[in-house]
């Protein structure tokens, strides 16, 4: 048995996430299915995050089990020739360690948040960014942004749904910067919680906009609410970056 590392790009728009569910297409399905079909093994994937449907990624990371003796380099090649034309592509592979794991062996992740700030309708950027009409203060938006990094109580920026056993994490960046008519939103953790990425720059964007201002984003952060969330982002501006291992 050999551990493979993959480091996966893909294009969210079609799936309903990054982990297999009972109904409806995901990223693990159709690596697993690859596998079985160049392979004839039933192995599992394990990721280093889990992706919302929408979400896209230009480096996850994971790790696959396989029985039979393949050269890494045969292993991709074969793996993106299957999956095409699905917008899921291996761009890295590896041998890894019996004991290396995509997600538990993790030490930070980081996301980047992509608003188009523009009147005219997104085009070849669809379902790949979040276009807001209004100005946005970019300089504000990064002022209160600032309230969220460090070790907090994240259970107002946490969906409802989430697993995490503990919402308190240590946001280590979150920075907004404006390239033209583009706003890019970049976080780093450890770990997140479901919806927090997204969260946090639906309420930045509410700063952005005037409606809110740094102190009524640190209301927010206190009251450890649900319900006092401003706005929950959509997925499609949302990308999965990188992971980070401590060997690297």
């Not at 706003?183 to 409606?211: D, N, P, T, Y």
């Amino acid at each position: 048995m050999t551990r493979f590392a993959l480091t996966l790009e893909f294009d969210g728009t079609p799936f309903l996430g990054l982990q297999r569910q009972d109904q409806g297409l995901t990223v693990q399905q159709v690596v697993e299915d690859a596998v079985r079909a160049i392979t004839g093994d039933d192995a599992r994937m394990h990721a280093a995050g889990r992706t919302d449907s929408g979400v896209h990624a230009l480096a996850m990371r994971a790790h696959i089990d396989i029985e039979k003796p393949i050269d890494p380099f045969r292993l991709s090649e074969a793996l993106n020739s299957v999956m095409r034309p699905r917008p899921v592509a291996v761009t890295h592979c590896e041998v890894v360690a019996d004991d290396w794991h995509a997600r538990f062996s993790c030490v930070g992740r980081s996301y980047i948040y992509r608003i188009r700030n523009r009147r005219a309708p997104l085009t070849v950027e669809a379902n790949r960014a979040w276009q807001i009409s209004k100005p946005l203060d970019e300089n504000a938006m990064q002022d209160a942004a600032q309230i969220l990094v460090g070790r907090h109580d994240f259970t107002t920026f946490r969906s409802a749904h989430c697993q995490a056993p503990d919402p308190v994490k240590t946001l280590d960046r979150l920075d907004v910067r404006r390239e033209g008519d583009l706003l890019l939103i970049e976080a780093e953790a450890r770990s997140f919680l479901h919806h927090q990425v997204r969260s946090m720059v639906g309420c930045l964007s509410l700063v952005g906009i005037g409606s809110w201002d740094a102190k009524k984003m640190g209301q927010a952060l206190a009251a450890k609410n649900r319900h006092e969330l401003g706005l929950n982002a959509p997925p499609q501006g949302l990308y999965f970056v990188s992971a980070s291992y401590p060997e690297e």
